[in-house]
């Protein structure tokens, strides 16, 4: 563990600052939105390809739970075509829903980082979402993210590869891009999957370290200190002490 104040604090989205995957509820949101109250009647002819999509999701997240090696970048996979017909109210709309359930103590938490400065969020979770969580601590909280990186809903449009559009590896380019505008030097970062183990090593590379909140029994190993809970509060008191 490393003795030196961190000057950058990275976190992820879905798991740690939210307890689920964003992508699910927005599958889940956006077909019920389509079934109830489209914006457009011609939207409806997406119907049965978001409802498919969104049980599969859910099916997926189930064999997650137990013990499946299916990580969060192989649910993006599952529908990111589907979303990339879609214009951006659905995604505005949902995404709003999505920050309004993150963990309890976690936004407070985020906002005190924030307002330690150099404080971010690099997630597989959607641009609109962190985009909608940034908005939500400068009404509530008078601060904001130093950065955030997410997938684009543009990108949803492109043909359907054979790895998420943001992997951990991309998440690693994005954290060292960050390190190296800032001019940091020792990293502190906050996740729980495989794809952000690339970050958790890197981090003690450099004489950071990493905390694992609620980690995959896949990623739990690569991470410095493991926390479980259903609250912030635990793992708010952790992050504090090594600000």
Known sequence: MSARHPDIIILDFDGCLYPGISKVRVAIDITLNLAIRPYQPADRRLLPHMGLSAMILILTRLQQRIGNRITDGDLVKRYQRHLGSL??????????????????GAIETLAFLCRVGNCGVISLALNPVLAALNTRLRSEHDCSLAFYHG????????????????NGQDKRDFMIAEIENRGCKT??????????????????EMGGMSIGFNPRKSARAHFDIAVYGRNWYRLSSIVREHI
């Open 187 to 204: 990293p502190l970062i906050i996740g729980n999957d495989l794809e952000d183990v690339p970050m958790a090593v890197l981090a003690k």
């Open 87 to 104: 214009t951006l109210s659905y995604f505005e709309a949902a995404s709003q829903r999505i920050v309004g359930s993150l963990y309890p």
């Open 151 to 166: 997938n684009s809903i543009s990108s949803f449009r492109a043909k359907m590869s054979d790895r998420p559009v943001l």
